[in-house]
């Protein structure tokens, strides 16, 4: 994986892992016991500025410098 400039994160629920927004779209899934990244995808065309966890915790929503907003399912 290379390296990326986080801008945002959220922590999921039991706080076993964290999302984080990068600079370049990507939204990466992370595991906090191991310290590594579990999933990674190229979210939006620009850089995430914002991650929101639903409150049923079954997914979250992200915003971005691409104007755009986007729902996503865990």
């Known amino acids: ?14 706080d076993n892992h964290v999302i984080l927004g990068s600079k370049d779209g ?3 899934i ?3 016991t ?3 990244a579990v999933h990674d995808v190229e979210a939006h065309d620009g850089a995430i500025w914002s991650i ?3 409150k049923d915790y079954k997914g979250f929503v992200t915003g971005s410098a691409d104007k755009e907003v986007k729902f996503w399912r865990f």
């Not at 390296?3 to 039991?14: N, P």
Request: hydrophobic letters at 40%; aromatic letters at 12%.
């Open 26 to 28: 990507s939204l990466s």
């Open 52 to 54: 929101d966890i639903r």
């Open 34 to 36: 191991s310290g590594e």
């Open 1 to 14: 994986m290379t390296e990326r400039f986080g801008l945002c994160l959220a922590f999921c629920e039991g």
């Open 30 to 32: 992370w595991n906090l």
